[in-house]
């Protein structure tokens, strides 16, 4: 069994702002590494405060 270390980036999609699983949001308080489905439920988008579920993975 492997384990999956790639990191996934998901875009808040009313304003466009990126999570990336490997950086975190540290002035967020979500640190580095923190894979999107351990982000908090009642976390909301820095920039326009848009709820998790306004967020869709994307991939570059």
């Known amino acids: ?5 790639e990191y996934k980036t998901y875009m808040c999609l009313i304003c466009g702002w990126m ?9 967020e308080g ?5 894979r999107w489905e351990d982000v908090p439920m009642n ?3 820095p920039e326009c405060g848009a709820r998790k579920d ?3 993975m994307v991939e570059f």
């Open 1 to 5: 069994m492997t384990a999956n270390h």
């Open 19 to 27: 999570y990336n699983e490997e950086t975190g949001a540290p002035e």
């Open 30 to 34: 979500i640190l580095p590494c923190t």
């Open 43 to 45: 976390w909301t988008c």
């Open 54 to 56: 306004d967020f869709e």
